[in-house]
């Protein structure tokens, strides 16, 4: 799929769906990737894939110094009108694959729930690393298809029903694992592993979250469907 397409698929994507909504920062990733947050007073933060800005107005809460950005203009829209009256802010519009920003721009770059959705997810990871400083932090969260999602995905490729996640056009399935190893090779200290959700999906029933299965977190984490890396830049 090129580029193009990719967009115009996820401006469609954006105008049919409310999953994603301007209040949405209470997600399972974004509860995980809040506990590590800190104080963003007077630091400079890029969250790219920032949908229609509900996690970025927490950002700015945070005190961030903030640029919201997203591959699809239909998102950027609603961002833009959200987030309208923060000072310290610019929302654009723009692609992870090719960040528009110079080489250590940013203290610390964010991006929730989206290398999986893009063409090139290993190009998506390095531009992250890239535009993060020497001894700045890169947030990243995915699902994680060592657990029940992957299961699931694999039985519904194999009873010929394809797997979307909520009707997104690409949904790659990343692994954990995979992440932590390649964000070794972009010289980069892995500071935090952490993965949460572990969910019960039986056909023609909603899922349901195990929450127990969430504690023993050393062990669980890798096989959780939620999966979060911070890393420093070496
Ligand atoms: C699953 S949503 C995640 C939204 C938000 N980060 C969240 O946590 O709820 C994925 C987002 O990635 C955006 N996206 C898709 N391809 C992109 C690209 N190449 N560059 C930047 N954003 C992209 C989509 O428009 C969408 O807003």
Same mark, same amino acid.
């Given at each position: 799929?090129?580029?193009?397409?990719?967009?115009? %698929?996820?401006?469609?994507?954006?105008?049919?769906?409310?999953?994603?909504?301007?209040?949405?920062?209470?997600?399972?990733?974004?509860?995980?990737?809040?506990?590590?947050?800190?104080?963003?007073?007077? %630091?400079?933060?890029?969250?790219?894939?920032?949908?229609?800005?509900?996690?970025?107005?927490?950002?700015?809460?945070?005190?961030?110094? %903030?640029? @919201?950005?997203?591959?699809?203009?239909?998102?950027?829209?609603?961002?833009?009108?959200?987030?309208?009256?923060?000072?310290?802010?610019?929302?654009?519009? @723009?692609?992870?694959?090719?960040?528009?920003?110079?080489?250590?721009?940013?203290?610390?770059?964010?991006?929730?729930?989206?290398?999986?959705?893009?063409?090139?997810?290993?190009?998506?990871?390095?531009?992250?690393?890239?535009?993060?400083?020497?001894?700045?932090?890169?947030?990243?969260?995915?699902?994680?298809?060592?657990?029940?999602? /992957?299961?699931?995905?694999?039985?519904?490729?194999?009873?010929?029903?394809?797997?979307?996640?909520?009707?997104?056009?690409?949904?790659?399935?990343?692994? %954990?694992?995979?992440?932590?190893?390649?964000?070794?090779?972009?010289?980069?200290?892995?500071?935090?592993?952490?993965?949460? /959700?572990?969910?019960?999906?039986?056909?023609?029933?909603?899922?349901?979250?195990?929450?127990?299965?969430?504690?023993?977190? @050393?062990?669980?984490?890798?096989?959780?469907?939620?999966?979060?890396?911070? @890393?420093?830049?070496?």
């Amino acid at each position: 799929m090129n580029d193009s397409t990719a967009k115009d %698929l996820y401006d469609k994507w954006h105008n049919q769906i409310d999953e994603f909504g301007e209040d949405n920062y209470n997600s399972p990733w974004h509860l995980m990737v809040r506990q590590y947050l800190g104080d963003l007073s007077g %630091l400079k933060v890029l969250e790219i894939g920032c949908g229609r800005g509900g996690f970025s107005k927490y950002l700015l809460e945070c005190g961030a110094d %903030l640029v @919201a950005a997203d591959f699809s203009d239909a998102a950027i829209e609603i961002t833009k009108g959200f987030l309208q009256n923060w000072p310290r802010c610019e929302v654009m519009v @723009a692609d992870i694959q090719n960040i528009p920003f110079p080489d250590n721009t940013f203290d610390c770059v964010i991006s929730l729930e989206t290398l999986e959705h893009i063409p090139d997810p290993d190009r998506g990871l390095a531009e992250l690393v890239r535009v993060t400083k020497a001894g700045g932090r890169t947030m990243v969260t995915t699902p994680n298809y060592l657990s029940s999602l /992957g299961v699931l995905r694999v039985y519904r490729e194999l009873t010929g029903r394809p797997f979307t996640e909520v009707g997104q056009p690409i949904n790659h399935p990343l692994k %954990l694992i995979d992440r932590v190893l390649k964000l070794k090779q972009l010289k980069c200290r892995i500071d935090v592993i952490d993965g949460v /959700g572990h969910y019960l999906y039986v056909p023609g029933t909603p899922s349901r979250r195990i929450k127990w299965l969430d504690r023993p977190r @050393a062990i669980s984490k890798w096989f959780a469907v939620h999966s979060l890396t911070v @890393a420093t830049k070496l």
